[in-house]
């Protein structure tokens, strides 16, 4: 991973998408380490496999999160029942503030089935 291949994601955005990122993988860190793979058009979070995925959108992040349930909540915009066990759950953020108690929650519920 280079950061420089990171950083190409946030060119054109709002300055307010890197902050949000840079929030996301701070709470994700609380729960040990994370390494960021980039791709083509996503950034993966990861710990032993994909966790969590980030698209930039000019002004917000579109974070989508592996889950072991469906979580019914006005945040998550778009969910998928991708096999038996597992979920995909998008939500979409706008402002830094918005990666907050909740969002950790569900990241470190994440990162458990990553592991």
Known sequence: ????????????????VRDIYD??????????????????????LVRKTAFAGVVTRRAALVLTLK???DIRSPRVTKRQHTSAGRWHLE????????????????LERAIRISQ
């Open 67 to 69: 889950s072991a349930t």
């Open 23 to 44: 929030r996301l993988v701070g709470a994700a860190g609380r729960f040990g380490p994370v390494m960021e793979d980039p791709k083509k058009t996503s950034i993966h």
């Open 1 to 16: 991973m280079t950061k420089t291949a990171v950083a190409a994601h946030f060119t054109g955005r709002d300055p307010i």
């Open 91 to 106: 939500v979409r953020l706008t402002d830094p503030r918005q990666v907050d108690k909740q969002i950790a929650t569900w």
